[in-house]
């Protein structure tokens, strides 16, 4: 079934090297996208409490201090899409495309 949804391909006689693509694909292109996709949710959302305060300062720092976790985790998401194209592709050689 995932490999279905992330057209990956594995055979029963996979090797190490082919299961390390194949984690990398589902790691790159299924589990990051998803991880961004909830960070920008979570970013709109921490905006529209700023926004919708109203003057009460409580609501406004929960609301800052969501988008400046959220940015931090943006960083993170990206810094390990970097590790995993340096590591697994330059490094290891795994052609998952």
Known sequence: MI???FSLTISPTSTLGSLNEAIAALIEKGLLPLAG?????MFAYAGYLIMS???DPSK???GKTL???IFIA???IASSFVVIEYILVDIFGA???
Do not use: P
Not at 37 to 41: E, L, M, Q, R
């Open 53 to 55: 305060a109203n003057g």
């Open 3 to 5: 490999s279905k949804i």
């Open 37 to 41: 996709a909830t960070a920008v949710g």
């Open 95 to 97: 052609i998952y495309f």
């Open 67 to 69: 988008m400046s976790d």
């Open 74 to 76: 943006l960083v993170i």
């Open 60 to 62: 406004a720092q929960k």
